[in-house]
Antibody, heavy 122, light 107 residues
Framework: QLQLQESGPGLVKPSETLSLTCTVS??????????WGWIRQPPGKGLEWIGS???????YYRPSLKSRVTMSVDPSKNQFSLNLSSVTAADTAVYYC??????????????WGQGSLVSVSS | DIQMTQSPSSLSASVGDRVTITCRASQSINSYLNWYQQKPGKAPKLLIYTASSLQSGVPLRFSGSGSGTDFTLTISSLQPEDFATYYCQQSDSTPETFGQGTKVEIK
């Protein structure tokens, strides 16, 4: 059964770059059927989609974050990654990776990792 | 961006109650509306997609309806494990956006 697991530092200093990796197990990231996405949730608040990427590349990002976000994928390691630059306290959140099922008829985040809390503080 | 507004923001209900949560989009999203359940400290779980299609493994007491701008999630008979926060999400256009959530609490 497919599982996703986020990993990365739990604390990042302001103005630095937040880096997270999602490892996919129990299945291949190299599926024609899915994108792979990142969603975040500030403490006590709602959900915000950050971006999604296909195993062959072709990332697309939330426009408001586009200037600071880079996503990449490593099929050989069954991993995909998120970099968010120039972070501030407003970027403090639980970061989730998720499988993004994009079809002609629908688009859903149908499997999620457990989440990784990243705090931005000096 | 399409704004998604849920109501109410929270509600109190008893086991066995019928519960209805509403989600309104700032413009038409056809039927590109998903519902998720999130329990404290856990990741969201997909319940319903395309407004009314039940995700595999989700109990039949959950149902969804609506199209255009107005959507509803209904729990026909609330169970103890259903106390959680529920989010709607539109997938009609990028960026995909979520509602602010509806917390269902025990009365």
């Amino acid at each position: 059964q497919l599982q996703l697991q986020e990993s990365g530092p739990g604390l990042v200093k302001p103005s630095e770059t937040l880096s997270l990796t999602c490892t996919v197990s129990g299945g291949s990231i190299s599926s024609d059927d899915y994108y792979w996405g990142w969603i975040r949730q500030p403490p006590g608040k709602g959900l915000e989609w950050i971006g999604s990427i296909y195993y062959r590349g072709s990332p697309y990002y939330r426009p408001s974050l586009k200037s600071r976000v880079t996503m990449s994928v490593d099929p050989s390691k069954n991993q995909f990654s998120l970099n968010l630059s120039s972070v501030t306290a407003a970027d403090t959140a639980v970061y989730y990776c998720a499988r993004h099922a994009r079809r002609h008829a629908y688009s859903t985040f149908d499997l999620w990792g457990q989440g990784s809390l990243v705090s931005v503080s000096s | 961006d399409i704004q998604m507004t849920q109501s109410p923001s929270s509600l109190s209900a008893s086991v066995g109650d019928r519960v209805t949560i509403t989600c309104r989009a700032s413009q038409s999203i056809n039927s590109y509306l998903n519902w998720y359940q999130q329990k404290p400290g856990k990741a969201p779980k997909l319940l319903i997609y395309t407004a009314s299609s039940l995700q595999s493994g989700v109990p039949l007491r959950f149902s969804g309806s609506g199209s255009g701008t107005d959507f509803t999630l209904t729990i026909s008979s609330l169970q103890p494990e259903d106390f959680a926060t529920y989010y709607c999400q539109q997938s009609d256009s990028t960026p995909e956006t979520f509602g602010q959530g509806t917390k269902v609490e025990i009365k």
